[in-house]
């Protein structure tokens, strides 16, 4: 579990991205129950480093051996950096996908972009609402 | 029209199955470990298939039955030993394909493994064929089981002693608790492997005895990927009534004795055997880990349209992407460069031979 207060700043969207913002850079990846609902994840693809991506536009694509699924980017922002390791190994998304295997970081332009988002608690009753 | 549950349905759940509707039945999809680990057991152990849901259809009938079913069928089935069995398949006029299928020469008869989604039709298909001269039962009191995997001729001798004697495409009869059971040595998953026809009411039961003996349930996700691992074809993806087992790169598959021979399609089989076919199945590997699925355009270097793909997917025992499908006959020689349209990108990828995983087929009949 994370500590209480890094879990704070960790936010979640409807389309189960998670987001934790650190000053004006935020870290964007998918959740453990996507990851449940994916399946075996195969292939990953990243929006490239200085890119711009808008609030719920596509910003990459995971791919599990059932099927391809667009990440969207849960705030707007310049791509700083991406995750090679999990374009090399897709598994990683699956064993540790709310840390290690993190998507991309952004550098955002709008912080109030953010204030839509669920917190943990909320994802958590989201997803298990959209799960049955 | 309602979904059916094959008789091992409970056994899935406890399993912890998931399930996806398929040809009308609830099949599982994959089990708690997930479609890599299936896949990969069945390689390195042994995996169990339920595939109740296929067709087995029995057809008895005299020395005329023979001829009959040869004016089906383009193999030479007097030359079908008993206890034989031949992969085939049942043709349209055009030399299309209504289904693949494996006959296997029974006592008084036949028995004809067919496809789930197309089981229905290819019965009455093959009944008008037949006239309704001979008895035929598309029998729903048999479950199917196949067990594949390198294992998976020493965990069935443990419960059916001299199973392991069968040889490849070879099946008989044998006793699970005073039940008659019928065995034989085939797969779909390029491992050696058996498949067994079994009363409804004791498969459970077998099934149980066969996890106990260190197999374990593998769901339809990971039958995908073995399959096309080992380069074989999925009804409905890599070959339908629009494509010919010429077409499909299965030539093989037609008896030699029967080019001359009439049967639905047999013109045109002989007319392509002899002048090559303008578009031919092929295997395919992108250059990237990216995944090429059904309906993906295939492209020559010049952009100019060649093909498609028909099933794509990751292949865990070869760790890479792997795909395949038509491209025009002049594309299909090994190597060539090729690109495939994915999400508005062309993704470079080249003609490779089939099969991406090499087959594991149990050669003698009693290799202990």
Redesign the interface.
């Known amino acids: 579990m994370p500590k209480e207060e890094q879990m704070s700043e960790v936010k979640f969207s409807k389309e189960h991205e998670w987001i934790k913002l650190d000053g004006n850079i935020a870290i964007v990846g998918i959740t453990q129950h996507a990851t449940e609902m994916l399946?075996?994840i195969?292939?990953v693809?990243l929006p490239d480093v200085g890119s711009s991506v808008e609030k719920d536009g596509n910003a990459g694509?995971v791919?599990s051996?059932?099927a391809?699924s667009d990440i969207y980017t849960p705030v707007s922002g310049e791509v700083i950096e991406n995750n090679q390791s999990i374009?090399d190994d897709?598994?990683k998304v699956n064993s540790d996908p709310e840390s290690e295997a993190w998507f991309f970081k952004l550098k955002i332009k709008d912080s109030s972009e953010m204030d839509s988002l669920m917190n943990r608690e909320e994802y958590e009753k989201f997803s298990k609402e959209s799960n049955s | 029209m309602e979904t059916k549950k094959t008789s091992l349905f409970n056994l899935h759940q406890k399993y912890g199955a998931k399930f996806v509707e398929f040809a009308g039945y609830q099949m599982p999809i994959q089990y708690k470990d997930g479609i890599i680990q299936e896949h990969k057991f069945t390689r390195s152990n042994s995996g169990i298939f339920d595939v109740s849901h296929m067709g087995q259809l029995f057809i008895f009938g005299d020395d005329n039955l023979i001829e009959d079913l040869e004016n089906i069928f383009p193999i030479d089935l007097k030359k079908l030993n008993l206890n034989q069995s031949k992969y085939s398949f049942l043709m349209n006029k055009e030399g299309g394909i209504y289904d693949d299928l494996i006959i296997t020469k029974i006592q008084k008869g036949y028995l004809i493994i067919l496809n789930a989604a197309c089981k229905n039709q290819d019965y009455k298909i093959i009944e008008e064929k037949l006239e309704k001269k001979y008895v035929m039962n598309l029998d729903e009191s048999l479950s199917l089981i196949a067990i594949q995997g390198p294992d998976a001729k020493n965990v069935l001798e443990k419960i059916i002693p001299n199973s392991n004697k069968l040889r490849f495409m070879n099946g008989n009869k044998f006793y699970f608790k005073e039940t008659e059971i019928y065995i034989t040595r085939s797969g779909y998953t390029g491992e050696d492997g058996f498949e067994i026809s079994i009363k409804n009411e004791k498969v459970e039961k077998f099934v149980e005895l066969l996890i106990e003996n260190g197999s374990k349930l593998i769901g339809l996700g990971a039958r995908d990927t073995l399959r096309l691992e080992a380069g074989l074809c999925l009804y409905g993806n890599d070959i339908d009534q629009k494509t010919s087992p010429i077409e499909a790169n299965l030539k093989w598959a037609i008896s030699k004795s029967r080019i001359e021979d009439s049967y639905p399609g047999s013109s045109i089989i002989k007319n392509q055997i002899e002048k090559g076919v303008k578009k031919l199945r092929v295997g395919i590997k992108p250059k990237t880990r990216v995944i090429a699925r059904g309906d993906t355009k295939i492209f020559n270097e010049e952009s100019k349209e060649i093909g498609k793909i028909t099933s794509g997917t990751f292949g865990p025992s070869v760790d890479c992407s792997i795909a395949m499908g038509y491209v025009d006959n002049i594309y299909s020689s090994l190597n060539t460069k090729i690109f495939l349209e994915i999400r508005g990108k062309k993704i470079p990828a080249s003609i490779c031979n089939l099969p991406f995983y090499k087959k594991n087929y149990a050669k003698g009949g009693t290799n202990v």
Do not use: I
């Open positions: 399946g075996d195969v292939f693809e694509v791919e051996t059932k391809a374009v897709p598994s």
